[in-house]
């Protein structure tokens, strides 16, 4: 591993670190957090946007290029706009982008934007409000609107993130590409994942994308795409438009081999691998005072950790979090 890079065990060069920034939510989406749950992290142990932005710049000495905020929903932590300034004056940050479920986006969409923020993923599970209750416990209208108050500002691309589930919304995907053709959205499908007892309650409404590929087939030209990001979405575009529809299948076909990301959670802990639970506590090191060298040891010492993929099929009783604990 050089100076300025970060090459874990099996090749793979991570240059993307996705943020967590709260494991708290406003929503309650059946394949991530149960209902009901309260058992967050104290926000004495969040790491300061200050802390935040010392590893982040460490990251960034160490090569990573892309940072992407999430949660939890990260527009539950008051005060984003400001670590997001403060992440895009890194030196080395080439890109800022926020996942969020938008229900909080239409107030704060151009303060976003004008902090650096330049791509956003929303995540949108229904067009009909009643299966949108029913998938997050919230009310769609929130998120139309704050979607409609991106476009307003300006952010482009606009990725759309839908899990399709047997049995509650996988006869919205066509409505789902019409509603994406319309307003210019990218959209993305997402395969169910087994992450904590919710994410494996949700895989009973597994769907394997690669018929859902097959299907959209039959009504749209479909041809080979690609899209800025450094995400394992495998995308197609829909001739004549300018719509590209991305693939993200953990479970039917993999993309371990090219992985080239870890995760952060709101306590400090860098997840290596979002099937594994390989990890490295920073806070405690940051709390007593370490070096910004002692950072840069600590992230190449959390590398060496990762994993070569995840084993959601062969174990998928392995990983005990939520998907909001690491944010995706
Ligand atoms: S499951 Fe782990 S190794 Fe595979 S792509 Fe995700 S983070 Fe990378």
């Known amino acids: 591993m050089s100076e300025t890079d970060l090459t874990d065990p099996f090749g793979r060069r991570i240059e993307y670190v996705r943020v967590s920034v709260t494991d708290r939510c406003d929503l309650r ?9 309260r058992d967050f992290e104290e926000p004495e142990d969040w790491l300061t946007f200050d802390e935040l ?6 990251f960034a ?39 969020t479920n938008a229900t909080r986006l239409a107030r704060s969409a151009t303060e976003l934007r004008d902090a650096g923020i330049r ?15 029913q998938v ?3 009310k769609l209208e929130k998120v139309l609107d704050g979607l409609m108050a991106a476009k307003a500002a300006g952010f482009h691309p606009i990725k759309i993130n839908m899990v399709v589930m047997a049995g509650v919304n996988e006869d919205e995907v066509e409505d789902m590409v019409r509603f994406c053709l319309e307003h210019g959205f990218t959209l993305r499908f997402i395969e169910t994942m087994p992450m904590g007892d919710t994410g494996r ?38 001739a004549g438009s300018d719509l590209h529809i991305g693939f993200i299948t953990p479970i039917s076909q993999h993309f371990c081999a090219t992985c080239n990301r870890v995760r952060l959670s709101v306590d400090g802990t860098i997840y290596t691998c979002l099937g594994n639970e390989h990890h ?33 099929n062969e174990k998928p009783e392995k990983i005990v979090r939520f998907m909001s604990m690491t944010g995706g």
Not at 29 to 37: L, V
Not at 224 to 235: E, L, S
């Open 29 to 37: 989406c059946s394949y991530c957090m149960p209902r009901g749950f």
């Open 53 to 58: 932005e010392r590893v982040m710049a460490a």
């Open 61 to 99: 000495r160490l090569g990573t290029r892309r940072i992407r905020l999430t949660g939890g929903e990260p527009l539950v932590r008051r005060g984003l706009p400001v670590l997001a300034r403060q992440l895009s004056a890194l030196p080395g940050v080439e890109d800022i982008s926020l996942s």
């Open 119 to 133: 791509r956003i993923n929303v995540s949108l599970d229904s067009l009909r409000p009643e299966v949108f209750k």
């Open 136 to 138: 997050t416990g919230g």
């Open 201 to 238: 309650e949700a895989i009973g409404h597994f769907v394997d994308l690669q018929k859902v590929k097959a299907r959209l087939a039959k009504r749209f030209e479909l041809l080979p795409g690609v899209m800025p990001g450094g995400g394992p979405a495998r995308y197609v575009k829909v």
């Open 280 to 312: 490295l506590e920073l806070r405690p090191r940051l709390r007593a005072g370490c070096s910004d060298a002692d950072i840069e040891d600590a992230i190449r010492e959390a590398i060496r950790l990762k994993p070569e993929r995840h084993e959601f």
